[in-house]
């Protein structure tokens, strides 16, 4: 007996879905061929990592000051202070730095930068730290220098308060590091400045630095301020006139 013949084997028909398939990768290899012909001559250059691209975005989103190159060392000390704080915070990348900073110049400092910024970018290793360093060259000149310096060197408290004069002291110090080089210098210094009761109290307990040495002042200020308040509000009502008598006080009523 004959063994049975086999059916052949029709080839299946496709769907619909494959067949969209299909046509979807023979589409997206045709797309790939178009460009890689297009570009043949001009490479597509890689993308950016993120952080570039959106560093500018970031730093701006934060509002930075514009700096317009005047001659204070306050001001100049605060826009660094303001710059660092902002790139610590988005993560600006260190190559990007100088590049946004310069962008935020103003005035003096802006037609600096157009002078002396070409020849400073050409240097191998300028960066945002070699950027402070030239701008503290060009706007904290000699004599800014040498008369902060001199009022440092006979800072007093006198009539201002301890919050005012440390942050006097502060600004000044600054410019006088050589004055000042350890912290118990500063507390030294510090306290030297200050009212005559406020330095005798301190002077026993001595500071061994200068958050501490202002903390101990300002803490005393606020005690002596408190008893100068008591002390007014006991005051007599009533006072003695040239013949002997007690006047009434204008603030208690006459009966």
């Not at 001001?75 to 915070?89: A, C, D, G, H, N």
């Not at 002396?116 to 000149?141: H, S, V």
């Amino acid at each position: 007996m004959a063994p049975p013949r086999q059916r052949a084997r029709t080839p299946e028909t496709p769907t619909n879905e494959q067949l969209a398939q299909n046509l979807q990768q023979l589409t997206q290899t045709m797309q790939t061929l178009s460009e890689a012909l297009l570009y043949n001559n001009h490479p597509v250059p890689p993308p950016q990592p993120v952080g570039h691209r959106d560093s500018e975005r970031l730093v701006s989103g934060h509002r930075p000051p514009t700096f317009a190159g005047e001659e204070d060392p306050v001001v100049l000390e605060e826009w660094v202070r303001t710059f660092y704080k902002i790139f610590s915070v988005v993560g600006c990348p260190e190559e990007r730095r100088v590049e946004l900073a310069m962008f935020y110049f103003s005035h003096e400092a802006d037609l600096w930068w157009e002078h002396e910024g070409p020849a400073c970018l050409e240097e191998r290793d300028f960066d945002w730290m070699a950027l402070k360093d030239r701008m503290r060259e060009r706007f904290y000149p000699a004599h800014v220098r040498a008369a902060m310096y001199e009022e440092f060197l006979h800072l007093q408290q006198g009539s201002s308060s301890v919050v005012e004069y440390h942050k006097k002291f502060l600004e000044l110090a600054r410019s006088a590091r050589m004055l000042v080089p350890t912290e118990l210098a500063k507390a030294e210094k510090f306290v030297a400045g200050l009212k005559y009761e406020t330095r005798k109290a301190l002077t026993v307990s001595r500071s061994s630095s200068l958050k501490e040495a202002y903390v101990g002042a300002a803490d005393l200020y606020r005690v002596q301020q408190l008893q100068r308040g008591s002390y007014e509000r006991a005051s007599p009502i009533s006072r003695t006139n040239s013949s002997g008598a007690r006047e009434p006080s204008q603030d208690v009523p006459v009966p």
